[in-house]
């Protein structure tokens, strides 16, 4: 007899054969020490813009900061070497954007007396 298969641990939903980290979709917080670029994040509101600059020269911390001050529904996805699979990875950017949705259906008066419905 098999046994029943485990409950995903905390933060983690099983999605098919992979599995969602929801550590992936959450913009991070600040880290110790952080400095705040108030002239680069009001760059970034300008429109389209490339942040390009090499590891550990805090481009992370740059845009989270700037979404942070936003306000507004973000869908984030940290990548890394697994996500070159195509599958896992638009598996990540659906959940990326659901979430996203579900932050701006938060906000809306009617999305939250509908979701008090269902």
Do not use: I, Y
């Not at 939903?13 to 009001?42: E, M, N, W």
């Not at 389209?48 to 529904?73: E, H, I, Y």
């Amino acid at each position: 007899m098999t046994e029943p298969p485990a409950a995903a641990p905390v933060g983690v939903a099983a999605s098919g054969q992979d599995v969602l980290l929801a550590t992936k979709l959450h913009v991070p917080g600040p880290r110790p020490g952080f400095v705040p670029r108030p002239r680069l994040t009001g760059k970034l509101a300008s429109g389209l813009v490339l942040v390009c600059a090499p590891a550990g020269f805090g481009k992370t911390a740059l845009l989270a900061d700037w979404l942070r001050s936003a306000g507004r529904p973000v869908a984030w996805l940290s990548l890394d070497v697994g996500d070159n699979d195509p599958v896992r990875f638009w598996r990540h950017v659906v959940a990326a954007l659901d979430r996203a949705a579900g932050d701006r259906r938060a906000g809306c008066p009617a999305a939250r007396a509908a979701a008090v419905l269902v």
